[in-house]
Nanobody, 119 residues
Framework: EVQLVESGGGLVQPGGSLRLSCAGS????????MSWVRQAPGKGLEWVSY???????YYADSVKGRFTISRDNAKNTVYLQVNSLKPEDTAVYYC?????????????WGQGTQVTVSS
C-alpha cells in the first residue's frame, strides 16, 4: 500500500519559517514527480511547487523566492522549506506523487499538514 505522510506544519508568526516533510512508502519514490499543493480555508486547491524525478524544480509565482522544494530519494522524502511566511500562506499543505508507468498515471496524495500564519 502506498502512503504519503506529511509533517512539519504548525502555527507560526508572519515572517517565520517551517520545514514541511512528506515521507513516502510502498512506492519507488525516485521514479515519482512530487508536488506540494495547498488549500486555504474556503478556497480551492492551489499548486505550490513541483520537483521532477530528475530534480528540476518549479514554483508558483506567489511563493517564488520564499519556498524551496527538495527531495532525498534515499529517505523517500520530499521537503518544502517555507520562509518569510505571510498570513495568506495559511492552508493545509498536501504532497502529491505522480508517475507514468505501464501506460497509466499513478497518482497519490497525502493527508495534509496544517500551516497557520498568525500573530
Amino acid at each position: 500500500e502506498v502512503q504519503l505522510v506529511e509533517s512539519g506544519g504548525g502555527l507560526v508568526q508572519p515572517g517565520g519559517s517551517l520545514r514541511l516533510s512528506c515521507a513516502g512508502s510502498g512506492l519507488t519514490f525516485s521514479r515519482y514527480h512530487m508536488s506540494w499543493v495547498r488549500q486555504a480555508p474556503g478556497k480551492g486547491l492551489e499548486w505550490v511547487s513541483y520537483i521532477n524525478s530528475g530534480g528540476s524544480t518549479y514554483y508558483a509565482d506567489s511563493v517564488k523566492g520564499r519556498f524551496t522544494i527538495s527531495r532525498d530519494n534515499a529517505k523517500n522524502t520530499v521537503y518544502l522549506q517555507v520562509n518569510s511566511l505571510k498570513p495568506e500562506d495559511t492552508a493545509v499543505y498536501y504532497c502529491n506523487a505522480q508517475t507514468w508507468d505501464e501506460g497509466r498515471l499513478w497518482d497519490y496524495w497525502g493527508q495534509g499538514t496544517q500551516v497557520t500564519v498568525s500573530s
